[in-house]
Antibody, heavy 122, light 106 residues
Framework: QIQLQESGPGLVKPSQTLSLSCTVSGGSVDSGGQRWSWIRQHPGKGLEWIGNIYYSGITYSNPSLRRRLRLSVDASKNLFSLMLNSVTAADTAVYYC??????????????WGQGILVTVSS | IQMTQSPSSLSVSVGDRVTISCRASQDIRSNLGWYQQKPGKTPKLLIYAASTLQSGVPSRFSGSGSGTDFTLTINSLQPEDFATYFCLQNYNYPLTFGPGTKVDIK
């Protein structure tokens, strides 16, 4: 079964770039049929969808983050990545990667990675 | 698309029947999922397409609704069901979650 694992620094300085990767095991990022997404959760708060990427490189993202966000996929390493630039304390959150169905598909977001806490602080 | 949930929290006892509502700001057909999250844990998919139970999820969980109004029902609440529940619309981008309903022990 597919498993996802986030990796990256847990501490990022304000104004710098937050970079995370999600390694997929038990499946292939280029198998089609699904999208690969990022979701975050501010401490003690609800869930915020960041965006997703298809293996072809087509992305959809939250308008609130779009101008700072870059999503990519690397089929040779079987992983996908997130880069969020010009971070502030408001970007402090647990970041999850997940497998997401195509829009309107009769499916849910599953599985999820375990999540990685990223703190923005000097 | 804005998602709202009610109530925001509720205190219940083991064995109770729990009903959580989720409302979308526009018609999302049946493109709604329900997720359970326990403190410090990853969200878990319970129901997709408004009423389809995810494999491995106990049958005491059920979902209903379409259009703008949806319901998650937990029959005979078990100790392991104390958690926060979120709805999520996957009808249009950006995907949006409800704010959550925390179910705790009375």
């Amino acid at each position: 079964q597919i498993q996802l694992q986030e990796s990256g620094p847990g501490l990022v300085k304000p104004s710098q770039t937050l970079s995370l990767s999600c390694t997929v095991s038990g499946g292939s990022v280029d198998s089609g049929g699904q999208r690969w997404s990022w979701i975050r959760q501010h401490p003690g708060k609800g869930l915020e969808w960041i965006g997703n990427i298809y293996y072809s490189g087509i992305t959809y993202s939250n308008p609130s983050l779009r101008r700072r966000l870059r999503l990519s996929v690397d089929a040779s390493k079987n992983l996908f990545s997130l880069m969020l630039n010009s971070v502030t304390a408001a970007d402090t959150a647990v970041y999850y990667c997940a497998r997401e169905p195509h829009l309107g598909a009769a499916a849910g977001i599953d599985p999820w990675g375990q999540g990685i806490l990223v703190t923005v602080s000097s | 698309i804005q998602m709202t949930q009610s109530p925001s929290s509720l205190s219940v006892s083991v064995g109770d029947r729990v009903t959580i509502s989720c409302r979308a700001s526009q018609d999302i057909r049946s493109n709604l999922g329900w997720y359970q999250q326990k403190p410090g844990k990853t969200p878990k998919l319970l129901i997709y397409a408004a009423s389809t139970l995810q494999s491995g999820v106990p049958s005491r969980f059920s979902g209903s609704g379409s259009g703008t109004d949806f319901t998650l029902t937990i029959n005979s609440l078990q100790p392991e069901d104390f958690a926060t529940y979120f709805c999520l619309q996957n009808y249009n981008y950006p995907l949006t979650f409800g704010p959550g309903t925390k179910v705790d022990i009375k």
